[in-house]
């Protein structure tokens, strides 16, 4: 069940029209660790519902963003496929994001692929607190 409520919520951000305002979360302090060619991002969902108390409040979602080859966000006008990186237990995104990085890199064969026609993200998943706070937002 918590594991479905985590799914809604990235449903629910994809599902969201895109613009400037997907970083329109509140900024979380974090020790996460900086990542060449990406930025921590803080991606605001509105109005997620608890299903049990009929709650709504705004969710904010912490991510690895990767930067085009200009060392800027990318366009999205110019972003042909995504790739979404979900970490381990061991809750370490930005290794999950350097590697993908460096893999993507890594392709010559095909000049569509490349890191301003691949969006990558990595989600931040704290702790089971994440979830507690989508169900019942009193985190």
């Not at 509140?26 to 991606?43: K, R, S």
């Not at 409040?57 to 080859?69: R, V």
């Not at 972003?79 to 381990?88: E, L, M, P, S, Y």
């Not at 095909?110 to 704290?126: G, H, L, Q, R, T």
Request: hydrophobic share 40%; aromatic share 8%; net charge positive.
């Amino acid at each position: 069940m918590q594991f479905t409520s985590v799914l809604t919520a990235l449903g629910a951000l994809f599902a969201a029209t895109t613009s400037a305002q997907q970083f329109a979360g509140d900024v979380i302090d974090t020790n996460l660790p900086n990542v060449p060619g990406a930025e921590i991002a803080y991606f605001k969902i509105p109005g997620v519902q608890d299903s049990n108390s009929k709650k709504s409040a705004n969710l904010t979602l912490i991510n690895y963003m990767s930067y085009g080859s200009n060392g800027k966000r990318l366009v999205g006008s110019k972003v042909q496929r995504a790739v979404i990186i979900i970490h381990g237990l061991n809750r370490d995104p930005g290794t999950y994001e350097s590697n993908m990085l460096s893999a993507l890199a890594q392709v010559k064969g095909d000049p569509n692929i490349n890191k301003d026609s691949v969006a990558v993200m990595a989600p931040y998943f704290p702790n089971g607190m994440f979830v507690l706070c989508l169900r019942c937002f009193k985190c």
